[in-house]
């Protein structure tokens, strides 16, 4: 097994779920919530895809317990997005990885607010995962 890879059970991948949805259900009180002022107004949608991005993340790994009895762990999200590929229907999970992975560095570390397209994206995104995972749970 690759160092990169990290065997896991259902109930690790019940509990990454459990992860995505905290992550999933952060994002879309961010998202509703009109008494955000300031600063936390002007990035309000970095915040939003980050929580996205997490919800991908964990959901990710859910997955690949349920299905392969292994995650991704480490830094390198290329690995996790490889892994993805293995499960059925595992393509279009891959993208929808990949696409919030591309976010991360800008949503996370960037200086400037991301538009609402961004959110929209990686809203669409993270569900996909999520429900993926949702159907996939063990």
Partial sequence: MSPDLSPCTNEFGRDRLASAESYIEAAEVIAESEDVHGAAARFKNNTII???IHAGIAASDAICCF???VHSKG???RQATAQLKK????APLSKALGDLLSLKTKAGYGAKPLPDTDVKRASRAAIKLVQAARERRA
Avoid: I, R, Y
């Avoid at 499960?87 to 595992?90: A, E, P, S």
């Fill in 50 to 52: 980050t929580n996205c």
């Fill in 87 to 90: 499960v059925k229907d595992g």
């Fill in 67 to 69: 299905e392969l009895k």
């Fill in 75 to 77: 830094d390198d999200h």
